[in-house]
């Protein structure tokens, strides 16, 4: 199996900064799009950043021009960085890995467990 281990959440002041981690680890023979998705109470979840493994990037307008995704294929790991944070980006954020993985392999989806990020006075 693949698991996803997720951290930096917390509480930030409006305008601050907080960057996310998350390291897949387990049965992987390959990796493709790494992405985070953030779920508020009461809505759907929804994408906030994606990298495909070739390195495009996509974000919804929400967040583009103060989020960045990037990820490091050594080590398994994405990373969103995230600033200008304004009340709204309040929520569960989510690691997302569609990887080949486990045995026998299979290629589908893998989620982090989430962390919370709460921005606020």
């Known amino acids: 199996q693949v698991q996803l281990v997720e951290s930096g959440g917390g509480l930030v002041q409006p305008g601050g900064s907080l960057r996310l981690s998350c390291t897949a680890s387990?049965?992987?023979?390959?990796?493709?799009?790494m992405g985070w998705y953030r779920q508020a109470p009461g809505k759907q979840r929804e994408l906030v950043a994606a990298v495909t493994d070739g390195g495009s990037t996509t974000y919804p307008d929400s967040v583009k021009g103060r989020f960045t995704i990037s990820r490091d294929n050594a080590k398994n790991a994405v990373y969103l960085h995230m600033n200008s944070l304004k009340p709204e980006d309040t929520a569960v954020y989510y690691c997302n890995v569609d990887a080949l993985g486990g045995w026998p392999p299979v290629r589908r989806d893998y989620w982090g467990q989430g962390t919370q990020v709460t921005v606020s006075v």
């Open positions: 387990g049965t992987i023979f390959s990796i493709y799009a």
